[in-house]
């Protein structure tokens, strides 16, 4: 079981900068081969932000994020997402996640097992 929890969300106005933080921990964390970010606005569907294999080695980004977004991770299990140039559409929760699966489709949902609880962000205009 990989166990990750976020932290660093808040409130910013619009061309500002927030980082997030996801710790992944738990008894199988060396099982879990990627870390991936999602977001969900109000009365929106679940978007995928961008992921970052537990090697470090692919990073991987929504187009709406690109150029604005950095994900990184250090040794400690902890991953980051840099969120610049922050935009009122960037509002929503945003969440961590693992995956144990190798080989799929790191942009999907589905390929993510363990979930955070997800942290706040908003966006004033």
């Known amino acids: 079981q990989v166990q990750p929890v976020e932290s660093g969300g808040g409130l910013v106005q619009a061309g500002g900068s927030l980082r997030l933080s996801c710790a992944a921990s738990?008894?199988?964390?060396?099982?879990?081969?990627?870390l991936g970010w999602f977001r969900r606005a109000p009365g929106k569907e679940y978007e995928f932000v961008g992921f970052i294999s537990w090697s470090g080695g692919t990073i991987d980004y929504a187009d709406s994020v690109k150029g604005r977004f950095t994900i990184s991770r250090d040794n400690t299990n902890t991953m980051y997402l840099q969120m610049n140039s922050l935009r009122p559409e960037d509002t929503a929760i945003y969440y961590c996640?693992?995956?144990?699966?190798?080989?799929?489709?790191?942009?999907?949902?589905?390929?993510?097992?363990?979930w955070g609880q997800g942290t706040q962000v908003t966006v004033s205009s």
């Open positions: 738990g008894p199988t964390v060396a099982s879990a081969v990627a």
């Open positions: 996640a693992a995956s144990t699966i190798r080989g799929t489709n790191y942009r999907a949902r589905v390929a993510y097992g363990y």
